[in-house]
């Protein structure tokens, strides 16, 4: 009898410490607040929580997180369908530094991402990129602005697409600018077809604008850039890379502008190919370039290519259609 009342302490103990942590069932929608958000709530509307990663580990596959008001949310690795959403609450997004990625996609082959209205801007301290692709069917940018990661090398990108597989990548209404490495790097890996859409992007003051390269693979990348601006880029406006006939960049640039870069545009490597129609050219220092001599750029003779520094020669191969 003297061992029972330790044995039921023991026991409520026990129990105790069973149900002192809360765990919260996945929301469809979860909810993130910098003014009222806290972590330790369920991700509820009435109770955010504060952080784009808590909330995505409390949001079902599919679902959604909305951002009820502006701020930081912090960095966040989405490993499942989901769409974080910002639809006008003023400025609200991630802030990069110390090597660390702002966004990055690790998800499944089957997976689909939208990001909407958010800003991810760098702030030093060791660099970092903006948003980084690695994974997932298909995914979405739309209405974003990735600006000031700093850095060289592997870090100091806006939006870095690097596939692994099979995917559908997607940016409209984009800015990407002053970064130190490139506006928005396509390079995926493997033997895959990659589709890419570039729609309304800005692509301003970086070293690099836009760059398809298909170096990494020996897939093919089908892309196309459309209504879009890559200005003042101080090494190159837009490139298209693919080293080998074994690897194809096959991309349309139509109704954009290309000027006050250091290169308009470029093509390297016998798998590259650059279709320009309808498009501006001016105020490079180098109208276009062909690294290797073996790329072929196309322009449809609807173009306007002239007030460049190197007197606008014509492209090497010209289809006039």
Request: charged share 10%; hydrophobic share 40%.
């Amino acid at each position: 009898m003297r061992t029972a009342a330790p044995y039921a302490l023991a026991l409520a103990v026990l129990a105790s410490g069973l149900v002192a942590g809360p765990a919260h069932a996945q929301l469809a929608r979860t909810f993130v607040s910098a003014a009222s958000g806290n972590d330790v709530n369920d991700c509820n509307r009435l109770t955010p929580c504060r952080t784009f990663q808590v909330a995505h580990d409390n949001t079902l596959t599919s679902g959604e997180i909305t951002v009820l008001d502006p701020g930081g949310y912090g960095a966040v690795t989405i490993t499942k369908s989901i769409s974080i959403i910002n639809d006008g609450v003023g400025e609200a997004g991630v802030l990069v530094s110390g090597g660390v990625n702002g966004i990055t996609i690790a998800a499944g082959g089957v997976a689909r991402i939208n990001l909407r209205g958010l800003t991810v801007k760098g702030i030093g301290f060791g660099g970092g990129n903006g948003i980084v692709f690695n994974n997932a069917a298909f995914m979405t940018i739309e209405n974003c602005v990735v600006r000031g990661l700093d850095g060289g090398g592997s870090v100091g990108n806006g939006i870095v697409l690097q596939p692994t597989g099979a995917s559908y990548l997607a940016v409209s209404k984009t800015v990407v600018a002053d970064n130190a490495g490139r506006g928005i790097a396509v390079v995926p890996t493997g033997n895959n077809v990659v589709r890419v859409s570039l729609n309304r992007i800005e692509a301003y003051n970086n070293v690099n604008g836009i760059l398809i390269s298909d170096v990494l693979g020996t897939g093919e990348i089908r892309a196309h850039v459309v209504d879009s601006v890559a200005a003042g880029n101080s090494n190159i406006g837009i490139t298209v890379q693919s080293t080998t006939f074994m690897a194809i960049s096959n991309v349309v640039v139509a109704r954009s502008v290309i000027a006050n870069n250091g290169v308009g545009l470029a093509a390297d490597g016998p798998g590259a190919r650059l279709h320009l129609g309808r498009s501006v050219v001016t105020g490079n220092t180098t109208s276009w370039t062909d690294f290797g001599g073996s790329a072929v750029l196309d322009s449809y003779g609807d173009n306007d290519i002239n007030g460049n520094n190197d007197g606008d020669p014509a492209p090497a191969v010209i289809s006039r259609k």
